[in-house]
């Protein structure tokens, strides 16, 4: 039992209860509250799409999915691309219908790959490696990427925002507003390294899709060719 005497206008109530909850946010608690399926290839992938809505009954508390990544089994091996299209479809199909039956949000994890333009030596610009038929599939996609050392996240495809670019950092605190960089340079940053400019930059850029509580994210070092296409 404890009694608190408040002599100024700072409310101790709520740091004891801030303090007592973040006793309870350990590691350990959080790793608990983790399930991992481990797919080894697509066949897998596709197996588990199947399974996942009669495990989510069971835990019904689950309210992220996360497929990391969703290129990984479909980037090789694949001369039927039309098989493979049908395929990524199907899953994108699956894994909707369980976003919209169960309230929760799914993200997938893509790989952006680099593009060299026939003709013109040097210029390149970077696409997401599973074509542009997979990003049909959403209707938001944001961009994550690096510039000067900054994170940026870039408002790519939204039915109702306009393209736009802020950047943000990852603290102890969690993912929070940047302040380091006026707005100038800001909107100059945003323009070099939207998903449309070239990858001739020295950046990291992440691609995240979302089509209602479906997201997908994709992920490239720029001026790495990964694959040639």
Known sequence: MAHVIQSSDADET????QTEAMKKFQVETILSKIYVFRCHDYMQLIALSHVLPDFLME???VKLIVVDSIAFHFRHDFDDLALRTRLLNGLAQSFIKMACERQLAVVFMNQMTTRVKSGQLGQSHLIPALGESWGHASTIRIVLYWEDNL????LYKSPSRREMTVPFQITADGVRD???INSTEHERCGNIDSPRAQ???QSATRDIRVTGEEATSSIAKKRRFDELT
Not at 14 to 17: A, D, M, N
Not at 151 to 154: G, I, K, L, P, T
């Open 151 to 154: 994170r940026f996240a870039n």
């Open 178 to 180: 940047c302040f380091t």
């Open 59 to 61: 835990h019904s508390k």
């Open 199 to 201: 990858a001739n930059n």
């Open 14 to 17: 709520e740091r004891v209860l």
